[in-house]
């Protein structure tokens, strides 16, 4: 994509990166997911290059396992053009606890949140305005895969609106639509989240809404979520075109 407009300069980012990690344990050692090498480029840095191309100027990291390698990695290694504010969780928390526990830091509204395994190159301008012109309280980015086995999948209603997540399946995959890992939310439904229970923001908040309630927005560009030994490995042909310059 060329030049596109700094539609992110006055949204906050926050990446949830708390997870222990367990499936690539064995491949990454005492590496967070966060600074996995692919080829040789820490994943962490694909992630703040593509923010960036969107103006992006602040971001929120939430971390827990392995919190002290990458604040290190930060202290020697400033990213130029953007902030970076950390919070580390005093115990592993899930995706909601971990929101939950950066939401004082979080200074926007909408605010974006980006699993921190997971990279998708979609026009995040465009997710931003589709967002906007919905009316939803929070938008997931989704993505179209051709086998949503390991990820269960969105059904979605003709306006776009999601109506049901269904669970993977280890029988069941094929094409479909997946949540790719990135949302925009308002302060409402950052207001929601932090009344609710429950640590997972996918089956404890996202399961426990009204149907209806979430606007997704499918994007374009490849999709890769690191969390597995083989996609890890996969990982530097599908992110070469995406890297820092």
Known sequence: MADPAPCLKDIDIVILAGGLGTRIKDTL????????????????????????????RRLVLGLGHLAGAVEQY??????????????????????AGALRHVAGLIESDPVMI???DSFIAADLCGFLEAHQQS????????????????FGCLKL?????????????????????????VYLFSSGMMDKITAMNGPSLERDVFE??????????IGEGPFIDIGTPDDLARAGDVLRPFRPA
């Open 29 to 56: 050692g005492a590496t967070p997911k966060l600074l996995a090498p692919i080829d040789g480029t820490p994943f962490l840095e694909f992630v703040i290059n593509r923010l960036k191309l969107f103006g992006a």
């Open 74 to 95: 930060l202290a020697h290694h400033p990213p130029q053009g953007i902030s970076v504010a950390t919070s580390v969780e005093p115990e592993p928390l899930g995706t």
């Open 114 to 116: 980006m699993n921190g």
């Open 135 to 150: 009316g939803a309280v929070g938008s997931v980015l989704a993505a179209e895969i051709e086998d949503t086995q390991r």
């Open 157 to 181: 209603s003709p306006q776009g609106r999601i109506y049901a997540f269904l669970e993977k399946d280890p029988n069941q995959g094929g094409a479909g639509v997946i949540n790719a890992g």
């Open 208 to 217: 426990a809404m009204p149907p209806d309630t979430l606007n997704a927005v």
